[in-house]
């Protein structure tokens, strides 16, 4: 059954999430003359910070710079636990109204844009019934973020089948697991796997993290002493401003350290894992990665409680490759066998673009790897969509403010020319393609190439670097060669009512 009742909005928002609930904010404060909705595939807002419910759930992003630019954190940790972000996000979206924006359960499935209406009809399936729903839009904002919600990813294992406990994926965690006196095994280690160990390692008998290879890992306190000392005698304002900058500007050193002298990061890394850990522990074998630093995502350990863990024998690390499932635990490739009452599988996610939904212009199907991608949010040969895709070497969220602005001002900009249609025209033969992220993670590599490219100049290139994003995208021109922009009357259909 499809509902295709009056049902049109000047910009259609997809995600409810942490980049959804900002997008509307911007368009509310910004661009006031804008009917907007918000589609979201699930019962609940909060996107991420909804969705995972496993034990230490936290951000490894300080909440300085993962926060809204125009909302400040207040709370004294700055690594946050998820449901505090959880509360800042459903906090956000009541003190702006946004809730009554949001149409829950709807989950897109598709979106055709006509070039003569110059819209979008959006087709969502109501997640409990099938029904579908069409929208229709002028402009469409993706705010699906980048995994699959449906299930994690997790690798074929020999003998899968033969173990005899329980295997759970922390995408999909049950509620009420009892894991006190249990031995657990987790497998991975990237920031679920480091945020896991030691809040179970808590009760557990045991939790034994067994990895293929090392993660680089840097321990930070949880709470910023500069932020809660400033308190005391600046504006809350004043001092989220000032610790976001000082935080920006310390994550962009690390970062460039990290690109331009590697070996001089190795070393820092290697001493301040020497003084968590001793100097009896085999940091070299589990904590010393065959790849530079930032060549995939470093891992925070807030308060160093992995190495706290560690330390205390609670929990332990195996490096070394998995020969198969038992029935009582796993078997390890150099004979080793870890017994095992749960074994969770802390091995990435299945990265999607565009949440999954498939895009089609005037007829015709749109390949998203065969388009490349324009200032980081728009795509060739796609009309009036912008898609919100964070840092991968910074807050999610600081990339994400940048892009709700860039759109704001370029629907303020085809206001004020009378445009209804831009589209993204790549006109430079010497602009090479590239995947769209350069991280070596093999969640990261298994999926780039179902999306978008980038270019190897700008305004095609990603440099994940927030003061040079800054300039272009909130401070750049918004007319350029690659834009091609259109006029386009389209009266609303007979009986169509715009929508809040």
Partial sequence: MTNQSSNYVDVLIVGAGLSGIGAACHLQRECSNKTIAILEGRATMGGTWDLFRYPGIRSDSDMYTMGYKFKPWREPKSIADGPSILNYIRE?????????????????????????????????RHSETGEVTLTTCNWLMMCSGYY?????????????E??????IHPQKW?????????????????????????????????????????????????????????????PESLVYMLTRLKNVLFGMVIFQLSQRWPET??????????????????????FTPPYNPWDQRMCLVPDGDFFIALREQRASIVTDLIDSFTPTGLKM?????????????????????????????????????????????????????????????????????????????????MDKHNYRQVTVRLNDPEVQELPLLDLTSGYVQRAMERFPRQGSKLPWRLYQNYFFDTMMIRYGSIDDDALEFKGAESPAAVGEVATA
């Fill in 162 to 167: 033969q173990f005899k406990g329980t295997v």
């Fill in 333 to 413: 490739k150099s004979g080793e066998h870890l017994d095992a009452d749960i074994i969770i599988t802390a091995t990435g996610l299945d990265l999607v673009a565009m949440g999954g939904a498939s895009l089609v212009v005037d007829g015709q199907p749109v390949e998203l790897n065969k388009t490349m991608n324009y200032k980081g949010c728009m795509l060739t040969g796609v009309p009036n969509v912008a898609f919100v895709f964070g840092y991968t070497n910074a807050s999610w969220t600081l990339k994400a403010d940048l892009l709700s602005e860039y759109v704001c001002r370029m629907l303020n900009y």
């Fill in 174 to 234: 049950p509620e009420g697991l009892d894991y006190s006196g249990k031995r657990v095994v987790v497998i991975g280690s990237g920031a679920t796997a480091v945020t896991l160990i030691p809040s179970m390692a808590k009760t557990a008998s045991h939790v034994t993290m067994v990895q293929r290879s090392p993660t680089y890992m840097v321990s930070l306190p949880s709470a910023d002493i500069v932020a809660n000392t400033l308190r005391r005698v600046l």
């Fill in 92 to 124: 956000t979206a009541a003190e702006h109204d946004i809730e009554k924006k949001i149409r829950f359960n709807q989950k897109v499935v598709k979106a055709s844009w006509s070039s003569e209406t110059a819209r979008w009809t959006v087709e969502s």
């Fill in 265 to 286: 990061m190795k070393g820092i890394i290697k001493k301040q894992l020497r003084k968590e850990l001793g100097t009896d522990y085999d940091v070299d074998r589990h």
């Fill in 148 to 160: 699959k919600y449906d299930a994690g990813y997790t690798p074929e294992f020999p003998g899968f």
